[in-house]
């Protein structure tokens, strides 16, 4: 979450999905590859898209990242992608970062004051808060639909060192830049129908 330098914390490779955070699609990936290592990765895959076709069915490669893109582009995607960095970008990667973790911060202690064990650690960076209630999923899905809160739920064993162990269902929380404190206190207030464990 947040900006990323990734010259100055010496990333080699780095890649992530576009359908959630950044606001676009299905079926693009940005994909990061430091300069300096492009020579010593070589494509697993031969598509059309090769710089030159050689004698004997051999090809040359692009020199540059775009001998990654063996394929035809998701154009439409990249389009969509291109759209959401650029909003993104006029909104403030910097204040997207500080109103998300106040969320967190907001979420967290609210969900504390009301009982739940927290399974995300404190001091994260993550726009997700997952915690445990006592509900069965068909039971905490009919309350959440009820009040048309979308979260994600699993049930199974809390692990040890977040109390007793039994079953239990996981809700997971993951805020964005379009949530606000209002959210927030709308998702507490349904969050007291569910059993805290």
Known sequence: MGPLDVKALDIDFLTTGSYKWLGAGFGVAPFYVRRELLDRIHPANVGWRVEKRLEGYQYQHYRTAKKLEY??????????????????????????????????????????????????????????????????????EKILEEARVKVSLQKGDRTEGYGATGPVTRVRVSLSFFNNAGDVDRFLEVSEKLGTT
């Open 71 to 140: 394929a035809s582009l998701a154009f439409g995607e990249i389009y969509q992608l291109a759209a959401a960095l650029k909003y993104l970008e006029s909104i403030g990667l910097d204040r997207i970062e500080a109103q998300s973790l106040a969320l967190v911060e907001r979420l967290r202690k609210g969900l504390t004051a009301r009982g739940f064990k927290i399974l995300t650690p404190l001091g994260t960076r993550s726009s997700i808060v997952s915690f445990y209630i006592r509900e069965e999923p068909p039971a905490t």
